[in-house]
């Protein structure tokens, strides 16, 4: 009866062979999890954005502007980097990803590959216009029936928060404004917490060659000079590995020379010594 009523209140949307659904309650991802039993485990990684538009301005006004095409752009984005065999749903601004015959590790695997590409599309394409931007960004994970053994519990436990990114302008205050250097030593561990809080990615390897049309908007004594690993380009965004994504100048310094917007990632000091080497 319950998976009855579930279905019906989901709208399944297909883009490029893969599908999610549009649902009206959780009640629709248990009824999933109960009809994939075969599976020793099931993951779910949930990813909920926050928009300006949803409350009011400072002066009160009610602000009328749907985000929901946003919602939907993100998801497009995202979908393709889970299996075509894995559930997608969408309820309000919330994603969830339901991973087919995964365990927890599996789950926090894909979140942090999800949450990456996230942060990439939100600032490659807000410059364009194309997007509303969220204010806030938020995700979780959990596994069942390890070590979640309930299905209620395991979607409440997805729904606890292990990751968020803020992009209003008061945050940007309590960010690290000193560059890293190689004498700080960060860890490994260290990095992708820092990147983080900034509410950017983290790579920890940069690959040896730059493609052929990034490398003629960064020569290399540009990126010697600024400490910078160009990455890839799509539309008017460069993106660009850096020790400090934080370096107003240097940003500045990229926009100007290439005319583009630079989209700064976070990277360990010794792999961005070694990439630089190599464009020598």
Known sequence: MGTEIASRSMTEHTTNAYTY???ETTGAVAAMVTRATGADQVALVTIT???ETEGKTS???VIHIDPGASVIYLLNSLRPLVRKTDVVFLLGHTYYFLL???????????QSRLWDALLWRIHNTTADGEILRPYS???GYSAYPTP??????FIEAASDVSLRSNFEKPARKTLIKQPLTPQQDPTDEELPALARKLGIPYLSL?????PERVQQLVNPRLAQELHCYPLGRERNMLTVAMLNPQDRLALERLHQETGMDIFPILTHP?????ALEHLI
């Open 21 to 23: 659904k549009t649902i």
């Open 270 to 274: 010794q792999e961005l010594q070694t």
């Open 49 to 51: 954005l926050r928009f």
């Open 59 to 61: 002066s009160g006004r």
């Open 148 to 153: 979640q053994q309930g299905i209620e519990e």
């Open 137 to 139: 960004i938020s995700s």
């Open 206 to 210: 940069l690959p040896r060659k730059p």
């Open 100 to 110: 087919l015959a995964a365990n927890l590790q599996g789950g926090q695997i894909v």
